[in-house]
């Protein structure tokens, strides 16, 4: 990665907290670090930062273009009728940034007044300052609205499940391809601490205890590879596997990877629109890495889920009706609007943009129809 946006201004309240907890009890894995990087319940980014939009340090799809979140809302009440159309269900969105994708789901949900009747809404939030986004933004809601902490806080019954750049956020660990008298072997990549000109600084280490193969590693591996396992993206795809093979629901992933699994360092840093260190000013900047869809979709199968895709986003949102939505919206706008429409559509459909980088996959209970957009 190139360039990396550098402040060499002071170091963080959370770094500095790192640093004290690394001398005291020893180095950290990356897992660890994105944990409080991001979540850390005072200093983590998103529970001091305001991420999204031009001010913020990212956009994602459903403020570029309200069309992503009514094809979005369109393809769940389709959903909804494929599981039955159950007089009770709810309706599950991790991760809700700011409020935006729901609010288009709801509004899209209109053309269905039964929907909206059956329909209860939970919104899982860890933050309090994107909580009270999200509640300004739906203040108004026509739906019955509850905020969680963890899936798992959740009545059982049918659901229907939608995150957007919900599963990049999750820790992953990385294990390093390295040699041993020789013969080849696994290291854990840490996070420890170098000091330079009197200056405690956070720096990727080594494990000195070596580990076995990673489970989905593929067999074609050449010295320093990096591999990257998400225990966290396991334990939710399990969590909606015990939830929808108890009752009929669908979940639907969309967020940026790679569809097969494979090798690579994908632990990237935002902030202001740039890329930056990961280790950089810990809590000031949004710590991510790349979906492993192929380790998702094995999870889910192996816990009993039927599995669709990956789709690249720019496939499935056509087939889902993108042009003529646009086409729709384009014969009521200014000029200026539809020039914002049309450069928003651009950048989720194009290959250089979100097109193709960007994934959708659906997870669903057994026995139900393939759905909509979505290869056989």
């Not at 360039?3 to 894995?29: F, N, P, Q, V």
């Not at 660890?32 to 939009?53: K, V």
């Not at 039955?84 to 809700?96: D, K």
Request: charged fraction near 20%; glycine fraction near 8%; aromatic fraction near 6%.
């Amino acid at each position: 990665m190139t360039d990396l946006a550098l402040d060499t201004a002071a170091t963080t309240t959370l770094e500095e907290i790192l640093i004290a907890r690394i001398k005291e009890h020893g180095s950290i894995s990356v897992a660890a670090f994105m944990a409080d990087a991001l979540g850390h319940p005072e200093h983590g980014y998103y529970m001091t930062q305001s991420p999204f939009g031009q001010q913020g340090d990212f956009t994602t799809a459903p403020e570029i273009s309200q069309v992503f979140g009514e094809l979005i809302g369109a393809w769940l009440v389709h959903t909804w009728e494929e599981i039955g159309a159950p007089a009770s269900f709810n309706l599950i969105e991790l991760g809700p940034g700011r409020g935006t994708l729901m609010s288009d789901i709801l509004r899209t949900a209109k053309v269905r007044p039964d929907f909206l009747k059956a329909v209860q809404v939970y919104l899982v939030e860890t933050s309090p300052a994107l909580r009270d986004a999200q509640k300004a933004l739906l203040r108004n809601a026509t739906a019955a609205l509850k905020w969680v902490t963890d899936l798992d806080e959740i009545p059982a019954g049918p659901a229907l499940i939608v995150g957007n750049e919900f599963l990049d956020c999750l820790p992953i660990r990385q294990f390093v391809r390295t040699t041993r008298q020789q013969e080849p072997c696994w290291r854990e990549r840490l996070i420890g601490i170098e000091t330079k000109d009197g200056k405690d600084n956070l720096q990727f280490i080594l494990s000195d205890e070596y580990c076995n193969t990673p489970v989905g590693a593929p067999t074609s591996v050449r010295p320093e590879d990096i591999f990257e396992v998400s225990e966290a993206t396991q334990k939710v795809v399990l969590q909606i596997a015990n939830r929808l093979q108890a009752h009929k629901g669908r979940a639907l992933f969309i967020d940026y990877g790679h569809a097969q699994s494979g090798f690579g360092d994908t632990l990237q840093a935002l902030q202001n629109h740039k890329y930056c260190a990961p280790l950089h000013k810990p809590g000031q900047a949004d710590v991510t890495a790349h979906v492993d869809f192929e380790s998702l979709a094995n999870t889910a199968q192996e816990a009993g889920l039927a599995v669709n895709g990956p789709e690249p986003q720019a496939i499935l949102l056509g087939r889902l009706g993108l042009a003529a939505r646009a086409q729709a919206l384009v014969t009521r706008l200014s000029r200026d609007d539809a020039k914002r429409l049309e450069t928003g559509i651009r950048r989720l459909v194009h290959p250089e943009e979100m097109g193709t980088l960007f994934k959708v996959i659906s997870l669903s209970s057994k026995d139900l129809p393939s759905p909509a957009g979505f290869s056989a």
